[in-house]
């Protein structure tokens, strides 16, 4: 599976991300807190890369095979039930 990022957005609760293989994956934004504390137009400040999302704006970086293999935020040392 190609799991290169094509593109992200975000709703209320989740984090949505565009795999270039064509498949959607959502996580929770509680997963992230420097996502959840983010205001919107700081969670638009991505910068897409093939392997995952890295945040300046919220010291987030986010790796598409992480969310694949079900790991959240480990900086904080939190592991995502999957």
Known sequence: ??????????????MWMGLA???PIAVPLAWF????DA???????????LEGLPWNATD???SAIG???GYS??????????
Do not use: H, I, W, Y
Request: charged letters at 20%; aromatic letters at 2%.
């Open 39 to 49: 205001a919107p137009v700081q969670r638009l400040q991505v910068q897409l890369c």
């Open 67 to 69: 969310l694949l293999a």
């Open 1 to 14: 599976m190609n799991t290169s990022l094509k593109s992200e957005c975000f709703d209320d609760v989740s």
């Open 73 to 82: 935020d480990l900086t904080r040392g939190a592991l995502a039930a999957v």
């Open 33 to 36: 807190p420097g996502l959840v």
């Open 21 to 23: 293989a064509g498949r």
């Open 60 to 62: 987030e970086d986010v």
